[in-house]
């Protein structure tokens, strides 16, 4: 990605809706004033709109549908994010290539996403539907050092974090179905998270949390057998989102929630957010991972993240991985 264009990018994003003249785009960058136009035409042919008016030079009309490296980096650089970020065309999973990194010797926190995976992977071995069509896979990459029982929590910290933001910047509020899925209020998919670790005897060496975020897909960019269950921000009653915004901004929050995670000033804000968030507590559900389901009541969750059911005489049984079928009330 041409640090130049963020860089010009990055003037709109000052600007708000005033108009960047040539000129001080010119003298900031320290190139000439043809070299911006001829940037300023590359940047159209990405799919930027610009308006041009004589002696006031140019405001920024329209971005990318899609992915664009250097407008989501312009964006993290609005909002100060410092990690690291690579945006790639299309990848096996992000997941996957954040591991590969890893292993490589990549130095962390760093963040990969892809406009689109062709072997897009959810949990319990499933896959998870990748279209390019203006939605988000992404993986955080980490190397934590912490003792392997503290990671419990983290899938569902990082979850709440999402949802908060989401209701805050789109007004949209999403509801954590523990312990990966985050649904619409019509319980319909919007996001799923899946934390992968490498671990030894006593630290979580490498860790990599993936996100797969559905922002502006329509119905039917679903396959057929998704449309019932899956719907994205825009369907689920968001305005018309930019994608690069939102990357960022879901980037500056899952970094913002890392940190809280690792320093422990996640725990007092935890419990509220679960309460606003959570949508099992109270509810009849079917657990199933491998051996006998476990059918009960919903108590909450304990303090490692494990969810407690009420399984009937007075007794509690702690779940602390499985599937989550609601059961009809
Ligand atoms: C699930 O709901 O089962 C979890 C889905 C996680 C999907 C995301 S998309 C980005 C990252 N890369 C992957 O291969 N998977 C996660």
Known sequence: MPALDSSILLAFLDAGDQPVSGDRLAKELGISRVAVWSRLERLRAAGFTFQASTRKGYTLTGVPRELNAAWLDAQLRLR??????????????????AERRLAAGQEAPFAVLARAQSAGRGRLGRRWHSTPAGNLYLSLAFRPFIPPENLKPFTLWMGLAVCAHVEAAYGVKLGLKWPNDLLSADGRKIAGMLTEARLDADAVRELVFGLGLNVSSKSKDFPPDLRDIAASLELAGAEALDVNRVAAEVLEALFVAWDQFIDGTWMPTFRARWQRYDILT???????????????????IDDEGSLVLRTGGGRKTVVSSGEVTLRKE
């Open 80 to 97: 100060k994010v410092a990690p690291p970020v690579e945006v790639l065309a299309e990848v096996d999973s992000t997941n996957s290539e």
């Open 282 to 300: 109270g509810r009849s559900v079917r657990i199933g991972l491998r051996g006998e389901p476990v059918a009960g009541i919903v108590d909450g």
